[in-house]
């Protein structure tokens, strides 16, 4: 694979961040994908929200798997850490660096493809054992690097570019992440800048595993009429759930809204998500009702996108393990062979 690196100098007049970091500094190489992709979108908005939130690039650790959207790593934040995993593997990969070293912060990117066919099981396991992780799903319904076959989440009917239905049924990303114990799950489309990087701020402040399903046309093979996952028909069928804005706890900040129009959602850091409603009835607390309500949409061929669900009182893996304060990559000989005392006491309590 070639990368194509962007020069390094920076015009004086860039706005930096209060890390001290412009909006250049966020970014990566020049991408190879397609013109028009909306993976591109995707890593577009990582940088924005990554920028927002004054985040130094070297506390992130970007993980992913292969394909397409695997890609996409190259694309953002140059200058933190990456590594590459065979197909499907990114989740594993992620939990063990993330037992090691729990001060980072953890991205990990894959696809349809990646994680729905080849790494359902990683998905289902590091989502349900609640890694402190954002993972997004960047989601097209296809095999682009391939030629465009379905991919496992390509909907029920939906034509391929020659034409051809699917007749396989779809897995539901959303779905398997609200079932599995996932405490904070949106979705969100690439053509939604607005909304998205909103969602990607809230998922980075969020403690626990927060899974994003972003649909992302392929401008290849699946962005045609009769394909569920095109731009127009997700802009023809988007549901929004809730009008979304991000709103970071270190400045107070006052506002002077309608009783009834909003829901704070507030983060154990201290920051908000600020939530317009658009249907009385629905509340992003309720696990079952965003089940059911993701079923009665589908049913009515509209794709929901908005924040879903959040759990405000979740833990993460670290939390459920009671590891200590120290990662464990800084924690030396005497703390990891503490004697034989100490052994006998841990064997002992499991008799």
């Given at each position: 694979?070639?990368?194509?690196?962007?020069?390094?100098?920076?015009?004086?007049?860039?706005?930096?961040?209060?890390?001290?970091?412009?909006?250049?500094?966020?970014?990566?190489?020049?991408s190879?994908?397609?013109?028009?992709?909306?993976?591109?979108?995707i890593?577009a908005?990582?940088?924005?929200?990554?920028?927002e939130l004054?985040?130094?690039?070297?506390?992130?650790?970007?993980?992913?798997g292969?394909?397409?959207?695997?890609?996409?790593?190259?694309?953002?934040?140059?200058?933190?850490?990456?590594?590459?995993?065979v197909h499907?593997?990114?989740?594993?990969?992620?939990?063990?660096?993330?037992?090691?070293?729990?001060?980072?912060?953890?991205?990990?990117?894959?696809?349809?493809?990646?994680s729905?066919s080849?790494?359902?099981?990683?998905?289902?396991?590091?989502?349900?054992?609640?890694?402190?992780?954002?993972?997004?799903?960047?989601?097209?319904?296809?095999?682009?690097?391939?030629?465009?076959?379905?991919?496992?989440t390509?909907?029920?009917?939906?034509?391929?570019?020659?034409?051809?239905?699917?007749?396989?049924?779809?897995?539901?990303?959303?779905?398997?992440?609200?079932?599995?114990g996932?405490?904070?799950?949106?979705?969100?489309?690439?053509?939604?800048?607005?909304?998205?990087?909103?969602?990607?701020?809230?998922?980075?402040?969020?403690?626990?595993s927060?899974?994003?399903?972003?649909?992302s046309?392929?401008?290849?093979?699946?962005?045609?009429?009769?394909s569920?996952?095109s731009?127009?028909?997700?802009?023809?069928?988007?549901?929004?759930?809730?009008?979304?804005?991000?709103?970071d706890?270190?400045?107070?900040?006052?506002?002077?809204y309608?009783?009834?129009?909003l829901?704070?959602?507030?983060?154990?850091?201290?920051?908000?998500?600020?939530?317009?409603?658009?249907?009385?009835?629905?509340?992003?607390?309720?696990?079952?009702?965003?089940?059911n309500?993701?079923?009665?949409?589908s049913?009515?061929?509209?794709?929901?996108?908005?924040?879903?669900?959040v759990?405000?009182?979740?833990?993460?893996?670290?939390?459920?393990?009671?590891?200590?304060?120290?990662?464990?990559?800084?924690?030396?000989?005497k703390?990891?062979?503490?004697?034989?005392?100490?052994?006998?006491k841990?064997?002992?309590?499991?008799?």
């Amino acid at each position: 694979m070639t990368y194509i690196t962007k020069p390094k100098l920076h015009h004086p007049t860039l706005t930096c961040n209060a890390a001290g970091f412009t909006r250049r500094d966020y970014e990566g190489a020049v991408s190879t994908l397609c013109a028009g992709c909306g993976h591109d979108s995707i890593s577009a908005a990582i940088i924005q929200a990554c920028w927002e939130l004054d985040i130094e690039p070297h506390r992130v650790a970007k993980l992913s798997g292969i394909g397409c959207s695997s890609k996409t790593p190259t694309y953002f934040l140059g200058q933190s850490h990456g590594f590459n995993t065979v197909h499907g593997r990114m989740p594993s990969v992620l939990t063990g660096a993330n037992l090691a070293n729990k001060e980072l912060l953890y991205l990990g990117v894959s696809g349809d493809g990646d994680s729905a066919s080849i790494g359902i099981g990683q998905f289902v396991h590091a989502i349900r054992r609640g890694v402190n992780m954002v993972y997004i799903v960047e989601n097209n319904g296809v095999y682009g690097l391939t030629k465009g076959q379905f991919s496992a989440t390509a909907d029920l009917g939906s034509k391929s570019k020659k034409g051809v239905t699917n007749t396989d049924s779809p897995l539901d990303m959303i779905g398997l992440a609200l079932q599995l114990g996932a405490s904070f799950v949106a979705r969100g489309f690439s053509g939604d800048k607005p909304q998205l990087v909103p969602l990607i701020k809230a998922a980075i402040k969020h403690k626990g595993s927060a899974f994003l399903d972003v649909i992302s046309p392929c401008v290849a093979f699946n962005n045609h009429p009769g394909s569920t996952k095109s731009y127009d028909y997700v802009r023809e069928h988007n549901e929004a759930a809730n009008k979304l804005d991000f709103i970071d706890g270190r400045a107070e900040i006052t506002v002077d809204y309608a009783e009834g129009e909003l829901i704070d959602v507030t983060q154990h850091d201290g920051n908000v998500i600020r939530l317009r409603k658009l249907a009385a009835s629905y509340s992003p607390h309720d696990r079952v009702a965003a089940m059911n309500y993701l079923h009665e949409r589908s049913a009515k061929g509209e794709v929901v996108t908005g924040l879903l669900y959040v759990d405000e009182d979740s833990h993460d893996l670290h939390g459920h393990l009671n590891t200590v304060p120290t990662p464990f990559n800084r924690l030396g000989a005497k703390e990891l062979s503490p004697g034989s005392a100490t052994l006998e006491k841990i064997n002992a309590a499991l008799r």
